[in-house]
């Protein structure tokens, strides 16, 4: 794995907010004139915003962080952001599904995932979360002098 300068879980938690804050104002209105438009816009985002280009969501472009794949070093591709983002992106799923049968997925399936990914990203040396180990990404803060540039390249 690369030895590259990680952030603080604070900064992390607070550009994961931004996102869901950013898709918040997006979908709202949304919502308001076609709902399933909203809630697939909703899912689409969670799952392939760490895509984004440089690797850099909303949140993370905000505060100066970028998902990297762990070993090359490059901006998080569409696979990876796709694998990190599953815990999330359930999450969002279940709960736009119109049922109460996606309340119960959202509580026995998609909250113990999220507990699950806090507990390795607080625990871990590395603060890589669950998906973070899966997907073989981890959260840096971008480089100062030109974040949009792929690290693994001159």
Not at 20 to 40: E, G, K, Q, R
Not at 64 to 74: D, E, F, N, Y
Not at 76 to 104: D, H, M, W
Request: aromatic fraction near 10%; proline fraction near 8%.
């Amino acid at each position: 794995m690369l030895k590259l300068e990680k952030p603080s879980v604070v900064s992390r938690a607070i550009a994961k907010a931004l996102d869901f804050v950013i898709l918040l104002l997006i979908t709202y209105p949304l919502h308001l004139l076609f709902p399933p438009l909203a809630d697939l816009v909703a899912v689409v985002f969670i799952f392939v915003v760490d895509a984004f280009p440089g690797g850099r969501s909303p949140g993370k472009r905000m505060l100066q962080l970028m998902t990297v794949h762990a070993t090359s070093g490059k901006p998080c591709e569409l696979k990876q952001s796709l694998i990190r983002n599953l815990p999330f992106g359930l999450f969002i799923f279940f709960a736009v599904i119109p049922t109460g049968l996606g309340y119960v997925f959202l509580f026995f399936v998609s909250l113990p995932l999220i507990i699950l990914e806090a507990y390795f990203l607080l625990t871990l040396d590395s603060q890589r979360r669950l998906g973070d180990v899966i997907a073989d990404t981890v959260v840096i803060k971008a480089p100062p002098d030109d974040p949009d540039k792929l690290l693994g390249e001159t």
